[in-house]
T-cell receptor, first 115, second 114 residues
């Protein structure tokens, strides 16, 4: 049962244009959402996050939008650059007993930015 | 960069042999995690630790055990490796539970079970 879904496995965008990466979730208990970026042969690196009580968070070229009623979030990259070509994972946090938490990841989207 | 190293970085082993992967961190982070990454599955949590000697299971824990005898080291053991455990394994750490929640990842270990 995939609780975090990234339904498009890949996206190709022209350099300078906007990249929009989508993510859907099913668990209403998720309270925090994160995006990670991963280059081949490296570990994922944190990109940007958003609390479930907000609908937008911006950091430079990266903006994450959250539509809680639709259980949908998206990552916008503008302008896209060739160095943004990577796999992007959407992740969601849920609190566990004992005040710990865990992240549930989507399958990832491979973004290719064409020069 | 949270100073996370994983060893070995690559390993080829045979079915039925025991394998131990090591994660070492220098940041004194409280939380440590083991994930596996497989095509079509993304990252899946195997086990995690919320302190020395405190561990718990993730979503794909069958066939794996962990130990954390000191803050900086988190070991993942495959008692008897199977071909289905061929994967890329990532360790991650987190300083504490907070509103920020960023996990820092190591470079990964590619394990092949023949």
């Amino acid at each position: 049962d995939q609780q975090v879904k990234q339904n498009s496995p890949s996206l190709s965008v022209q350099e300078g244009r906007i990249s929009i990466l989508n993510c859907d979730y099913t668990n209403s208990m998720f309270d925090y959402f994160l995006w990670y970026k991963k280059y081949p042969a490296e570990g994922p690196t944190f990109l940007i996050s958003i609390s479930s009580i907000k609908d937008k968070n911006e950091d430079g070229r990266f903006t994450v939008f959250l539509n809680k009623s639709a259980k949908h979030l998206s990552l916008h990259i503008v302008p896209s650059q060739p160095g943004d070509s990577a796999v992007y994972f959407c992740a969601a946090r849920v609190l566990l007993t004992g005040a710990n938490s865990k992240l549930t990841f989507g399958k990832g989207i491979t973004l290719s930015v064409r020069p | 960069d949270a100073g996370i190293t994983q060893s070995p970085r690559h390993k080829v082993t045979e079915t039925g042999t025991p394998v131990t992967l090591r994660c070492h961190q220098t940041e004194n982070h409280r939380y440590m995690y083991w994930y596996r990454q497989d095509p079509g599955h993304g990252l899946r949590l195997i086990h995690y630790s919320y302190g020395v000697k405190d561990t718990d299971k993730g979503e794909v824990s069958d066939g794996y055990s962990v130990s954390r005898s000191k803050t900086e080291d988190f070991l993942l053991t495959l008692e008897s490796a199977t071909s289905s455990q061929t994967s890329v394994y990532f360790c991650a750490t987190k300083f504490q539970e907070s509103s920020y929640n960023e996990q820092f990842f190591g470079p990964g270990t590619r394990l092949t079970v023949l």
